[in-house]
């Protein structure tokens, strides 16, 4: 039902910063939860960021916190991660992703994710 574009990605030195964004497009994007997730060669899919439906609440993996920063514009329909202090092993291609529950409390919950963007690569080099 919902449309996700993912932009943003490309290759990035160590240390440096890129700035993703996810533009939605059909279902009314102000309601539903977001998230960002990424999978590298050969590793699972794993949740990085999720910000509920009006960005009063914030989740972050670990090993991400501190570096990367979801946000979202309901005027614009986008969602956000800027991406600073990057390492080599944040290679990835890195998808945005919306859950289908209207203002789910469980926005943190990565089997709630149901629609998907094509992914963007983010490649850092050393």
């Known amino acids: 039902q919902v449309q996700l574009v993912e932009s943003g990605g490309g290759l990035v030195q160590a240390g440096g910063s890129l700035r993703l964004a996810c533009a939605a497009s059909g279902r009314t994007f102000s309601n539903y939860a977001m998230g960002w997730f990424r999978q590298a060669t050969g590793k699972e899919r794993e949740l990085l960021a999720a910000?509920?439906?009006?960005?009063?609440?914030?989740y972050y993996a670990d090993f991400v916190k501190g570096r990367f920063t979801i946000s979202r514009d309901n005027a614009k329909s986008t969602v956000y991660l800027q991406m600073n202090s990057l390492k080599p092993e944040d290679t990835a291609v890195y998808y945005c992703?919306?859950?289908?529950?209207?203002?789910?409390?469980?926005?943190?919950?990565?089997?709630?994710?149901?629609?998907w963007g094509q992914g963007t690569q983010v490649t850092v080099s050393s």
């Open positions: 910000i509920n439906w009006n960005g009063s609440l914030k």
């Open positions: 992703a919306q859950q289908n529950s209207y203002r789910s409390a469980y926005y943190y919950n990565r089997e709630n994710y149901a629609s």
